[in-house]
């Protein structure tokens, strides 16, 4: 399906759902990667590790962004897929409400102790960090994305070769 945004064509294929589903999950990660403390240097036992958070963290995730997509197609649906730009805001609004949640549901199923030691004094203050880390990471990619997009819609004809 094609949508039109006011001169910009978006294909709304599987090819651009995945590379949004991908970019969402990147950004999860690298976000996670940013506000990862470490183990803390008076920690007695084994090291913590950064992919045993993260994987039940992403347990959080799929479910949110999973309820979330679901909202999306509804409200895309509901607008008879022509208004391309409300519903990519939408779009962009679940993937930050679903990243919100999911921080959300993951510092309320870790013990005090556990937060204590991960290294995140406050809710507030470990949700604003992997925003923050989101954002930027969700930018960065969309901006790669339509830089590449837009360079692939340049076509420059090949030189013409006297002989």
């Known amino acids: 399906m094609v949508v039109e945004m006011s001169t910009v064509n978006l294909g709304m294929g599987k090819s651009l759902v995945i590379r949004l589903a ?3 999950a990147v950004a999860e990660v690298v976000s996670s990667m940013a506000v990862w403390h470490g183990t803390p240097t008076d920690w007695i036992g084994a090291p913590l590790r950064f992919w045993d958070s993260e994987v039940s963290r992403l347990r959080y ?3 949110s962004k ?3 997509a679901a909202l999306w197609v509804i409200g895309w649906l509901c607008l008879h897929r022509r208004l391309a730009a409300p519903a990519l805001a939408a779009l962009g609004g679940c993937a930050l409400g679903a990243d919100v949640m999911t921080s959300l549901y993951f510092w309320k199923s870790l ?3 556990q937060v204590g030691y991960l290294g995140w004094p406050s809710l507030q203050r470990y949700i604003g960090e992997h ?3 989101w954002v930027i990471v969700t930018l960065l990619g969309l901006a790669a994305w339509l830089f590449s997009a837009r360079r692939r819609r340049i076509h420059v004809p090949p030189p ?3 002989g």
Request: aromatic share 12%; proline share 0%; charged share 0%.
């Open 131 to 133: 925003l923050i880390s």
């Open 111 to 113: 013990s005090a102790v």
């Open 22 to 24: 991908l970019l969402a």
């Open 66 to 68: 999973l309820l979330f």
């Open 160 to 162: 013409l070769v006297h």
């Open 61 to 63: 995730w799929c479910v």
